[in-house]
């Protein structure tokens, strides 16, 4: 059964600071793919990457960059100089490759940056 | 291109009373999805359906029953409902080869449903 874990229940940081939010994922299958949304005050679930068990090359995205290590089934994610505006809900996503699957989430990861 | 819409944006409902969550795509996703979002539980997956006619029960199905008569709609209804369905609700919907898209999966805005 597929299943993701994010530890971090609640992190706070001051603005500048640099924050990664750990994502754990368990999957039997060799194909797979990885989420993480952004789910600010408002309610909206906004998109911000996906990434296939294919590859692990690390990406950046402006602030942003994500970390995936299939040896440790792990997809973290930092925030470089985090700012209020990154104030969210954080939530990691795991979707098996075959027909029928659904999108699994993690618990989620409450982040509040303060100025 | 409205994407998923959700029908209603809020509602409040007396235990024990009946209704119906509206979810339409526009994007001719084959699949269609029901999640329930609860503090500190993240989003769960209620039902699911892979085409037209055809459901599946996902992670929390209790005390909920869907369908999806036309590829483009996926209801979900409450028969009777208790306070513990005091949720807010998302619908999603995908192509069935979630490569598709570039985000795989679109999201509706969400119903928060309060039971009282």
């Known amino acids: 059964a597929q299943k993701v874990t994010q530890a971090q229940t609640e992190i706070s940081v001051v603005e500048k600071e640099d924050v990664t939010l750990d994502c754990v994922y368990e999957t039997r299958d060799t194909t797979y793919y990885l989420f993480w949304y952004k789910q600010p005050p408002s309610g909206e679930l906004v998109f911000l990457i996906r990434r296939n068990s294919f590859d692990e090359q690390n990406e950046i995205s402006g602030r942003y960059s994500w970390n995936f290590q299939k040896s440790t089934s792990s997809f973290n994610f930092t925030i470089t100089a985090s700012q209020v505006v990154d104030s969210a809900v954080y939530f990691c996503?795991?979707?098996?490759?075959?027909?029928?699957?659904?999108?699994?989430f993690g618990k989620g990861t409450t982040l509040s940056v303060s100025s | 291109n409205a994407g998923v819409t959700q029908t209603p944006k809020f509602r409040v409902l007396k235990t024990g009373q009946s209704m119906t969550l509206l979810c339409a795509q526009d994007m001719n996703h084959e699949y269609m999805y029901w999640y329930r979002q609860d503090p500190g539980m993240g989003l769960r997956l209620i039902h699911y359906s892979v085409g037209e006619g055809t459901t599946a029960k996902g992670e929390v199905p209790d005390g909920y029953n869907v369908s999806r008569l036309k590829k483009q709609n996926f209801l979900l209804g409450l028969e009777s409902a208790a306070p513990s369905q005091t949720s807010v609700y998302f619908c999603?919907?995908?192509?069935?080869?979630?490569?598709?898209?570039?985000?795989?999966?679109?999201f509706g805005s969400g119903t928060r449903l309060t039971v009282v």
């Open positions: 999603a919907s995908s192509y069935a080869l979630i490569t598709a898209a570039i985000d795989g999966y679109t």
């Open positions: 996503a795991l979707s098996e490759f075959k027909a029928g699957t659904a999108l699994i």
